[in-house]
RNA sequence: CGGGGCGUAGCUCAGCUUGGUAGAGCGCUCGGUUUGGGACCGAGAGGUCGCAGGUUCAAAUCCUGUCGCCCCGACCA
C-alpha cells in the first residue's frame, strides 16, 4: 500500500484534555479523549479518521489469517427480512436484544445480530453437490444488538463490528477440520496482535451445538468468569465439569440414624448443633458432611411450571447460570412460598430424599418431584440431610443405600481450587472478556433452512455447519485498554494508526523546514507518517498530544534540527535519542 | 427489570439549600507577546439551564409529571 503522511493541522481530530463524564473503563476514555470515536447514542458510536484506520488495521490482519487458509470474503447487508429468521425460531428466540422495524408496507425486519441463517441460505442458493464443499465464508460487518445494558464504550456496544464466518461441510470429520482451521486461524490472529488470551470450553447448551470454544482475554474489567489450572485445563464456570470421586464401599457403614434438631433453620446452625450434641469421634461435622436440597422452579418452553429438588453438598451455593445449563432450555428460578403450598410433603428447612423403603424424593416416590444430585454425591458417601419432619434430621445417609436420584446435574458454584476434571491439576477462577467464539453449529440451521447436498452416492445429506465471530471493535479497545499509560495510548506497531509521529518543536524556520524534509523522506521510504505541522502550538502541547495519540515512534526535530540532528522518541519504554537525519529510517525500522 | 447518580456553552463543571437580567476553566475567533512539557495579555463568538405543566410580580433555583443519560446488579448467539 502506498505511504501516506498526513499533516495534524489537516486532521479531523480534536483531542480533549479531560475525561469524558459518560467513560468509566481506560479504552473509552482514551479512545474518546484522543479522538478516534465519538459517542453517538448508548452503545453506538461514530468512527473518525484515526480510529477508522487501527479498525482497518485489525480487519487487515483478521483477513490476511482467513484467506490464508481458504476463507472467502463476503458481505450481506445488516438489514434483513423476518422470513429466515423466522424458520429457524430466532425471531422470538432472540428476544429484546433483537433490532425489529417495519418497512412502509407494514413487513418485518430486523438489523442482523448475527448472521447463521443467510449464509444457509446462500449457500443452498448457489450449491448442490459434496463437490462444492468444504467452504468457508466469511464477512466484517457491524452487528445490531439492543443490549440490556451496553457498557464500557465499545466493549459492549449495541452496534459493533464483528467477523463472522460460516463452515458446510457434508460430514462430521469435514466439520472437525473446518473448526480446526478456524481455531488455529484465530490463535495466530490474536498472538498478531499481541492479545493474551485462554481457550476456554464453552456451554453449546442453547444453539444446539456440540462443541464450543471460547476466545477469552484474561483482565480485570472482563465480563465472564473462567476457570484454569496450571496444567491448562481452561473453561467457562458454565461449562465447568465436576472430577466426580471414585465411589465407596457401603458394605459396614452405619445405619441413619434420625436426631432432633431444633433451631437449625441454615447449615451452619445445623454444623454447630451437630459439633455440641452429636460429636464424631475422628473429626468434626463440617459444612461439606450435609447434603443441603435445593428446591428449583423449572418453567418449560411449553409454559409448563415443574419444581425439582437438587441434591449439594452443604459448604457449596447454587449458581444460577450453571443451573440454567443444567436444565437448558427450561428457565430456573429458586422455588417460591407458593411452590411450597403446592407440595405440603416438603417440610421447609429439612427436606431430604427419605429412605431406600420410603423415598420422599425422586419421580417414582410420594412426592413424584423429581430429585438430582450433584456429582460429588457418589454411592457410598454418607450425609446428614433433612429427615422430612420439622427440626429433625438424619445422619449417616447413604448415597446408594438409603438414596437413589433420577440423575446427575452441576448448579453448585465452582470455586478456585476445585480439581479440573482432566486431572490436570486445581483450578483458579479469573476475569476474561470474550474476543473470539468457534461453535461448531452442526445440523440445526441446515436442517431449518432446508440445506441440502448430494454426496457420492447420490443421496441428499443435510449440510453440517459451524460459526465462528471475533469481535472487531471490541478487539480495538481490549488492545487500548491493554496499551495505555497515564498519559495515553501506546499502539502496537502493526495496528497503530500512522508508523511515526513527526513532531516540529519550535518556531524557528529551520525546524520546520527540516521537519518537512524528514516527512517527505520518510513518506518515500514507505513510512504512514503523521505530521504535527501546527506552527502556534507550543511543544509542550504536542508532546502531549502525540502521548495521547499513541503511535508508537515519535520523532522530534528541534532545537538541534539546524546541526541536522533529531530526536527519537520510543512512545511504549519513553526512551529518547538523538540521531542524524540520513540515519532516521534506519533507526526507526531497528526500534 | 431492581438499586444509585446525573441532565446548565463544543468539553469538564459551579450556581439551586435561602427565587431577582447566565457563570468559571479548557476549547474556538481576532490582535499582540511567547515556543523543549499542556504559556501570557487584550478583545470577542457561543447557552430554548433536557422537556411539559404548575406556584409566583419574578423560576436554572420551588412543586408535579415526563424524557434522556451514566454506574452497579439481573440479562447477554
Known amino acids: 500500500m502506498e505511504a501516506v503522511s498526513t499533516r495534524l493541522s489537516q486532521l479531523f481530530v480534536r483531542t480533549l484534555r479531560e475525561d469524558p463524564v459518560d467513560a468509566e473503563v481506560a479504552s473509552h476514555k482514551l479512545l474518546v479523549r484522543a479522538g478516534y470515536i465519538r459517542r453517538q447514542a448508548p452503545g453506538i458510536f461514530a468512527w473518525l479518521p484515526l480510529g477508522l484506520k487501527v479498525r482497518r488495521k485489525i480487519e487487515g490482519i483478521?483477513?490476511?489469517?482467513?484467506?490464508a487458509f481458504g476463507a472467502q470474503e463476503v458481505h450481506f447487508p445488516a438489514l434483513l427480512p423476518r422470513e429466515p429468521y423466522e424458520l429457524t425460531g430466532r425471531w422470538t428466540e432472540y428476544g429484546d436484544a433483537l433490532f425489529r422495524l417495519k418497512d412502509r408496507k407494514d413487513a418485518d425486519y430486523l438489523l442482523a445480530p448475527t448472521h447463521e441463517e443467510v449464509f444457509t441460505l446462500l449457500v443452498k442458493d448457489l450449491?448442490?453437490?459434496?463437490?462444492?464443499?468444504?467452504?468457508?465464508?466469511?464477512?466484517?460487518?457491524?452487528?445490531?444488538?439492543?443490549?440490556?445494558?451496553?457498557?464500557?464504550?465499545?466493549l459492549r456496544g449495541r452496534e459493533f463490528s464483528m467477523k463472522d464466518s460460516y463452515s458446510f461441510d457434508y460430514t462430521d470429520e469435514g466439520l472437525d477440520a473446518s473448526y480446526q482451521a478456524h481455531r488455529d486461524a484465530y490463535e495466530r490472529i490474536f498472538q498478531r496482535l499481541?492479545?493474551?488470551?485462554?481457550?476456554?470450553k464453552a456451554d453449546a447448551g442453547a444453539m444446539g451445538g456440540s462443541k464450543s470454544e471460547e476466545f477469552l482475554h484474561p483482565t480485570p474489567i472482563g465480563e465472564d468468569t473462567f476457570v484454569r489450572s496450571a496444567g491448562g485445563y481452561a473453561a467457562n464456570v458454565e461449562a465447568f465439569r465436576t472430577l466426580p470421586p471414585a465411589p465407596l464401599p457401603i458394605?459396614?457403614?452405619?445405619?441413619?440414624?434420625?436426631?432432633?434438631?431444633?433451631?437449625?433453620?441454615?447449615?451452619?446452625?445445623?454444623?454447630?448443633?451437630?459439633?455440641?450434641?452429636f460429636p464424631r469421634e475422628d473429626r468434626p461435622w463440617e459444612a461439606g458432611d450435609t447434603l443441603k436440597n435445593v428446591v428449583l422452579a423449572l418453567t418449560h418452553l411449553d409454559g409448563s411450571r415443574e419444581l425439582v429438588i437438587v441434591g449439594i453438598p452443604g459448604d457449596r451455593d447454587v449458581d444460577m447460570k450453571r443451573a440454567e445449563v443444567a436444565f437448558a432450555p427450561a428457565e430456573v428460578e429458586a422455588a417460591t412460598e407458593a411452590d411450597f403450598a403446592k407440595h405440603p410433603g416438603l417440610v421447609k428447612g429439612y427436606i431430604g430424599p427419605g429412605f431406600a423403603e420410603a423415598p420422599v424424593l425422586g419421580e417414582t416416590s410420594a412426592t413424584g418431584i423429581r430429585y438430582f444430585l450433584d456429582p460429588r454425591v457418589v454411592d457410598g458417601t454418607s450425609w446428614v440431610t433433612g429427615a422430612n419432619q420439622h427440626e429433625k434430621h438424619v445422619y449417616g445417609l447413604v448415597a446408594g443405600r438409603d438414596f437413589v436420584a433420577d440423575g446427575v446435574v452441576e448448579i453448585a458454584d465452582v470455586r478456585a481450587g476445585d480439581e479440573a476434571p482432566d486431572g490436570s491439576g486445581p483450578v483458579e477462577l479469573a476475569r476474561g472478556m470474550e474476543i473470539g467464539h468457534v461453535f461448531q453449529l452442526g445440523r440445526k440451521y441446515a436442517e431449518a433452512l432446508g440445506l441440502k447436498v448430494l454426496d457420492e452416492n447420490g443421496k441428499l445429506v443435510t449440510v453440517t455447519m459451524g460459526s465462528y465471530g471475533i469481535g472487531v471493535t471490541r478487539i480495538m479497545a481490549v488492545i487500548a485498554e491493554t496499551n495505555n499509560d497515564g498519559k495515553g495510548l501506546?499502539?502496537?506497531?502493526?495496528?497503530?494508526?500512522?508508523?511515526?509521529h513527526v513532531i516540529a518543536?519550535?518556531?524557528?524556520e529551520v525546524v520546520f523546514a527540516t521537519a518537512e524534509a524528514l516527512v517527505d523522506s520518510l513518506e518515500e521510504s514507505g513510512f504512514d507518517v503523521l505530521f504535527d505541522d501546527r506552527p502556534k502550538v507550543s511543544p509542550g502541547v504536542k508532546f502531549g498530544d502525540a502521548e495521547l495519540l499513541g503511535v508508537p515512534l515519535i520523532v522530534i526535530v528541534g532545537r538541534d534540527a539546524a546541526e541536522g540532528r533529531v530526536e527519537l522518541w520510543n512512545r511504549?519504554?519513553?526512551?529518547r535519542s538523538s540521531v542524524g537525519l540520513d540515519e532516521v529510517g534506519a533507526a526507526l525500522l531497528a526500534q
Open 62 to 67: 483478521i483477513r490476511e489469517e482467513l484467506e
Open 127 to 154: 450449491y448442490s453437490s459434496y463437490k462444492d464443499l468444504p467452504l468457508s465464508i466469511y464477512q466484517i460487518q457491524d452487528k445490531y444488538r439492543d443490549e440490556a445494558r451496553p457498557r464500557a464504550g465499545l
Open 194 to 200: 499481541g492479545l493474551e488470551y485462554a481457550i476456554v
Open 251 to 277: 458394605d459396614g457403614l452405619p445405619t441413619a440414624i434420625v436426631h432432633d434438631s431444633p433451631n437449625t433453620p441454615t447449615i451452619q446452625t445445623l454444623v454447630d448443633l451437630s459439633n455440641a450434641q
Open 490 to 500: 501506546i499502539w502496537p506497531k502493526n495496528v497503530a494508526p500512522f508508523d511515526v
Open 505 to 508: 518543536a519550535g518556531r524557528e
Open 572 to 575: 511504549a519504554t519513553g526512551e
